[in-house]
């Protein structure tokens, strides 16, 4: 997916953070990466939701890491900073069953070079109880044979 920063990203201390934003189909993003740690991250995806209970929409979803601020929009928050692997790669995953007849699945993952982020994020939530019948997830309506994975590419500034 990405390639290796140079030693001298990987060497930042987090107030000489190199900045990524960018974006793909349906997604918005921002990254701050140093000491080779993504060392905040923004996400801004829309969802695609069908279901018996309120029929198809589509609504926004806001995720960040590693940050203490209230954002407008923003859901999901996650506490950490994300670690580079060898190569420039991340992956970060969580899965939830919060309660009978809900699943929540997240994928964030992707490689860092030294011009650009690339990788793809992934949110499919589902409810199957008697009283609500909804998917929803990033990348495209629900049944149309869409994975839900969305691709996205952000520049360095």
Known sequence: MLLVLAATVFSASPAE?????????????EFRVAG???VFAEVRVTLHCAGQTYGSRTRRLG??????????????????PIDLRAGGRFRE???SHAE???????????????????GGFLSVSEYRTPARKERCQTGGAPGAGENGFVAFRADRR
């Open 100 to 118: 009978a007849g809900y699943i929540g699945e997240e994928l964030f993952a992707g490689r860092v070079r030294r011009g650009a982020v690339v």
């Open 93 to 95: 995953s969580s899965s």
């Open 36 to 38: 080779g740690r993504i």
């Open 17 to 29: 953070a190199v900045t990524y934003h960018g974006g793909g189909e349906g997604i918005k993003i």
């Open 63 to 80: 995720a960040v890491w590693n940050s203490e601020r209230l954002l407008p929009g923003v859901t999901e928050y996650h506490s950490h």
